[in-house]
C-alpha cells in the first residue's frame, strides 16, 4: 500500500527529496503516475502471462508431431509479448507532471528487461514465421531439423505406396502384430 508506505515515510522523517519522489507516487497525488505505472504494470504483466502459456504450449507441440502449431504457437507468444511491451511503453511514457529534483529534472528510461522482452518478441516471431513457413514449403526438412519422424512417410504417400501404421505396445503386450496399411 503506497499511502501507508508514505505516511511511515513521514513519520521516520525522510528526507524531502525522498518524501517528494514518494507523493509523486501516491494514489492521491495531482500527478496521476500511481495509477498510470499500476496500468502499465497490470496489462504488461497479464499479458506476458498469456504470452508466456503460449510459449509452454509452443514448446509441447514442437516436439510433438505437430510442429505447424507449435509455430502458430510461438507467433502467438511472439505477439503478446510484442503487445505487453507496446501497451506498457504507451501508458507509462505519457509524461503527467514532471520530476525535478533541485535544478534539475529526473528521467526515466527502458531497463535492461524491456529490451530483452522486445527482443524475446521478435525472436518468437522470427522463429514461429520460420516453422510456419518450413511447414508449406519444406515439410521434409522440418521434420527432419525437429527430428520428429525416423522413417520417411512422405516418399510413401507420393509414390502411391501403403502408409504403413504399427503400434509398439502391440508386441509389449503380447498382442498379434497387426499392421494397419492405406493408400493415399
Not at 76 to 97: E, K
Not at 136 to 162: E, H
Request: a positive charge; glycine letters at 8%.
Amino acid at each position: 500500500n503506497y499511502a501507508e508506505q508514505y505516511s511511515e515515510a513521514l513519520e521516520k522523517g525522510l528526507p524531502d527529496p525522498v518524501l517528494y519522489l514518494a507523493e509523486k507516487f501516491t494514489p492521491s497525488s495531482p500527478c496521476g503516475l500511481y495509477r498510470q505505472y499500476r496500468l502499465a504494470g497490470h496489462y504488461g504483466s497479464a499479458t506476458l502471462w498469456v504470452a508466456f502459456c503460449f510459449w509452454l504450449l509452443s514448446n509441447v507441440l514442437l516436439s510433438m508431431p505437430v510442429p505447424l502449431y507449435g509455430g502458430l504457437a510461438l507467433l502467438i507468444t511472439g505477439a503478446f509479448t510484442l503487445f505487453s511491451i507496446f501497451a506498457f511503453a504507451s501508458i507509462s511514457s505519457v509524461p503527467l507532471c514532471p520530476l525535478r529534483l533541485g535544478s534539475s529534472m529526473l528521467t526515466t528510461h527502458y531497463g535492461a528487461a524491456f529490451w530483452v522482452t522486445l527482443a524475446t518478441g521478435v525472436l518468437c516471431l522470427l522463429l514461429g514465421g520460420a516453422v510456419v513457413s518450413l511447414h508449406y514449403s519444406r515439410p521434409r526438412a522440418l521434420r527432419t531439423f525437429l527430428d520428429l519422424s525416423v522413417k520417411d512417410y512422405g516418399s510413401q504417400a507420393k509414390g502411391n505406396l501403403p502408409l504403413i501404421l504399427s503400434n509398439p505396445l502391440h508386441k509389449q503386450f503380447g498382442a498379434l502384430d497387426l499392421t494397419t496399411s492405406t493408400n493415399l
